[in-house]
């Protein structure tokens, strides 16, 4: 994993030997302005994520109890998983990061067990849950994130190809 986001890291590679203009300095100096409130963002995950994941949970059970019978452990190792990321990608402020380390390849396993379609509606519950118990402004951080998950999931399997064909070109 690298230490710091994909484009600031792409940013250096391409600059190596040479003085960043200060065009190129813009996007790091956001990344600093940031840090402070996605670092905090962060240590609410950190701290709150699996209350937050259990809510999610027992909602989704109110909507889906045979898939919360079978499969529950499941659901809550993949959504921590989900919430983890997430906060690791905030704190990078680097959706790359999220989607190739986990998006693409949860999706991959949801949809070869035909699981895409409730697992949409659990991290439903899951933006519900966090919409309503934690602030705006870790919100506006996470919110991306789960909406990722969401739309990857609503993604039919043969298109769901065509992205990770268009994610390794990249």
């Given at each position: 994993m690298q230490a710091i986001n994909s484009k600031?890291?792409?940013?250096i590679n391409?600059?190596?030997?040479q003085y960043?203009?200060?065009?190129?300095?813009?996007?790091?100096?956001?990344?600093?302005?940031t840090f402070a409130e996605r670092v905090k963002t962060y240590?609410?995950?950190?701290?709150?994520g699996d209350l937050l994941v259990r809510h999610a949970l027992k909602k989704f059970m109110s909507l889906h109890p045979d898939i919360m019978q079978k499969h529950g452990q499941r659901c809550y190792y993949d959504m921590t998983q989900v919430m983890r990321y997430?906060?690791?990608?905030?704190?990078?402020?680097?959706?790359?990061?999220?989607?190739?380390?986990?998006v693409l390849w949860q999706c991959n396993i949801l949809t070869a067990?035909?699981?895409?379609?409730?697992?949409?509606?659990?991290y439903r519950?899951?933006?519900?849950?966090?919409?309503a118990h934690l602030p705006s402004s870790a919100n506006q951080y996470l919110d991306p994130y789960i909406?990722?998950?969401?739309?990857?999931?609503d993604i039919p399997p043969k298109l769901m190809a065509n992205v990770q064909k268009a994610a390794i070109a990249t």
């Amino acid at each position: 994993m690298q230490a710091i986001n994909s484009k600031l890291q792409e940013l250096i590679n391409e600059n190596e030997g040479q003085y960043l203009s200060p065009g190129d300095l813009q996007g790091m100096k956001r990344y600093l302005q940031t840090f402070a409130e996605r670092v905090k963002t962060y240590e609410m995950l950190r701290e709150k994520g699996d209350l937050l994941v259990r809510h999610a949970l027992k909602k989704f059970m109110s909507l889906h109890p045979d898939i919360m019978q079978k499969h529950g452990q499941r659901c809550y190792y993949d959504m921590t998983q989900v919430m983890r990321y997430s906060a690791l990608a905030i704190l990078k402020d680097d959706p790359r990061f999220f989607n190739d380390s986990l998006v693409l390849w949860q999706c991959n396993i949801l949809t070869a067990y035909q699981r895409q379609n409730s697992c949409g509606v659990a991290y439903r519950c899951l933006k519900e849950t966090t919409q309503a118990h934690l602030p705006s402004s870790a919100n506006q951080y996470l919110d991306p994130y789960i909406n990722r998950m969401i739309e990857a999931l609503d993604i039919p399997p043969k298109l769901m190809a065509n992205v990770q064909k268009a994610a390794i070109a990249t």
